[in-house]
C-alpha cells in the first residue's frame, strides 16, 4: 500500500503523466476525427454547392472575323484554378471562326487542348492540318476527330456564346471528360 502524498495541492509525477497521455490521446483522437469527417461532411453537402461554371472573355468578336477557317491558340487564367496551381493555373482553347454564313450556332469551333487520352496539351499545326499530343502521339484532324494514337476518341468541344456586348466568351474548360460534371443534368 501507498502512503498519501504529504502535499495534497500538489500532484506526483506519475499523476501529472497519466493525465498529460490521457489528454495527448483525446486531442490525437479528435485530430483523427477531423480528419477522416471533414471531408466526409464536404462529400454530404457538395450537391448544395453552387454550380462552379465561369464564363471567360476571349474578346470583341471583331477580332475573330479576320480569321476565317483559321485555328488559333487562346491561353488565359483558368478561373477553376487554385493559387498553388502555379503555371499549371494557365489554360487554353483552340479557337476556329467558321464565317457569317453559318447558322448561329455553327460560326465558332471551340476545342479544349487536352488530348482525349490523359489530358496532355495538343499543339496545332497549321502545315499539316493536325493537332497533335507530344506525350503519346495522340493525332487529331482538324475537325477534332482522332486520327490515330491512344486516345479514345476526339477533342472534347467547349461551349460558347456570343453576349450582348458582342464579345466572344467560352466556358472555363476545367479537366474534360465524357460527362461534363459542371452541367446539372450530367450529374448522378
Not at 25 to 50: C, I, W
Not at 136 to 151: D, E, F, N, R, T
Not at 164 to 178: C, F, G
Request: hydrophobic share 35%; with cysteine; aromatic share 12%.
Amino acid at each position: 500500500m501507498t502512503e498519501p502524498h504529504p502535499n495534497p495541492e500538489t500532484m506526483p509525477r506519475r499523476g501529472f503523466f497519466q493525465k498529460l497521455m490521457t489528454w495527448t490521446t483525446y486531442a490525437a483522437g479528435a485530430v483523427a476525427a477531423a480528419a477522416v469527417g471533414v471531408p466526409f461532411v464536404g462529400y454530404l453537402l457538395g450537391p448544395l454547392r453552387k454550380d462552379l461554371e465561369k464564363w471567360v472573355d476571349l474578346g470583341p468578336l471583331d477580332d475573330f472575323k479576320d480569321l476565317v477557317g483559321e485555328t488559333r491558340l487562346h491561353t488565359f487564367p483558368n478561373p477553376l484554378g487554385q493559387p498553388w496551381d502555379g503555371k499549371a493555373a494557365k489554360t487554353g482553347v483552340y479557337v476556329r471562326y467558321q464565317g457569317p454564313g453559318r447558322p448561329a450556332k455553327e460560326q465558332f469551333v471551340i476545342f479544349a487542348m487536352n488530348c482525349a487520352h490523359l489530358g496532355c496539351p495538343v499543339s496545332w499545326f497549321p502545315q499539316s492540318g493536325l493537332f497533335m499530343c507530344p506525350c503519346h502521339g495522340g493525332v487529331y484532324y482538324a475537325s477534332g476527330k482522332c486520327a490515330s494514337g491512344p486516345p479514345p476518341r476526339g477533342l472534347f468541344q467547349c461551349d460558347w456564346r456570343i453576349t450582348r456586348a458582342v464579345r466572344l466568351e467560352v466556358k472555363a474548360p476545367h479537366y474534360p471528360t465524357l460527362q461534363d460534371t459542371l452541367r446539372p443534368e450530367d450529374r448522378s
